[in-house]
């Protein structure tokens, strides 16, 4: 998920409205893909964390490919619905403001 996929543009263009390091959607989408390449590298292997000293084992591991990672992905989707309502609102207002301009030309 390089792009935000309602939008389609590229995580790392530039905006005016904030970087991309305070967007934390795209920190979310982040989280996602290193979870996943993760859990791909180290198939069959536990996972260490920092303050646990029991590392996750099979179950655990299960657990965050069978719930947590489709719940971000869930998340997600739902992020990519709210980002297509907004910016259909915006292009609407966008067209209503032009159409009152060139009436105004036009008058």
């Known amino acids: 998920m390089a792009t935000r996929s309602a939008a389609g ?3 790392s263009a530039e905006s005016p409205f904030c970087r ?7 920190l979310l989408e982040s989280t996602l893909r290193s979870v ?3 859990l791909l590298r180290r198939r069959g292997l536990a996972l ?4 646990i000293e029991q590392p ?15 719940a971000i992905q869930q998340c997600l ?10 910016l259909a609102e915006q292009e609407l207002l966008r067209r209503s403001q032009l159409e009152a301009q060139r009436r105004l030309m036009l008058a």
């Open 9 to 11: 543009i590229p995580a």
């Open 20 to 26: 991309p390091e305070e967007d934390p959607f795209l």
């Open 36 to 38: 996943q390449e993760i």
């Open 48 to 51: 260490r964390r920092t303050w």
């Open 56 to 70: 996750y084992g099979e179950e655990e591991i299960t657990l965050l490919e069978e719930e947590v990672i489709p």
């Open 77 to 86: 989707a739902r992020i990519d619905e709210l980002d297509e309502r907004l």
